[in-house]
């Protein structure tokens, strides 16, 4: 089993986005890299990016802030969760974007594993 390979992003998930961009753009200067509407508002920061998801984009998380971890690929990632006392909630494809396994930590919180396309299938 390989370790991740870098923290790909953090996401919020938010009530209302565009009013934290306002927040966070001028509270604490973050530079805005992508925006997709107020469905996701993507800042770099150093080697990584932080977000703000909109309830809708940021199913299964439900609120709080969600850790998201770049891998290869999603062999064996099911029953090493299971394992560990965790839960499997699901793959989204993003197309060109690549995918998303989000899974459910022992005590509830949402982690997701993001392979980017091309990367071995699960």
């Known amino acids: 089993m390989e370790s991740p390979k870098r923290l790909?992003?953090?996401f919020v998930v938010a009530e209302r986005p565009a009013e934290l961009h306002a927040f966070y753009a001028q509270a604490l200067g973050l530079q805005l890299k992508f925006r997709d509407h107020d469905r996701?508002?993507?800042y770099a920061v150093g080697n990584t990016s932080v977000a703000l998801a909109c309830r809708e984009e940021a199913v299964p998380a439900?609120?709080?802030?969600?850790m998201v971890f770049e891998v290869d690929?999603?062999?064996?990632?099911a029953e090493r969760v299971?394992?560990?006392g965790g839960e499997v909630l699901g793959t989204r494809d993003m197309g060109a974007h690549g995918a998303v396994l989000s899974?459910?930590?022992?005590?509830?919180?949402?982690?997701?594993?993001?392979?980017?396309q091309g990367a071995p299938a699960p």
Not at 62 to 66: A, I, K, L, M, R
Not at 103 to 116: A, S, W
């Open 8 to 10: 790909q992003n953090v």
């Open 40 to 42: 996701w508002i993507q």
């Open 62 to 66: 439900t609120s709080g802030v969600v």
């Open 73 to 77: 690929d999603f062999t064996a990632t």
């Open 82 to 84: 299971a394992a560990a």
């Open 103 to 116: 899974l459910r930590d022992p005590e509830g919180n949402t982690v997701q594993l993001f392979k980017r």
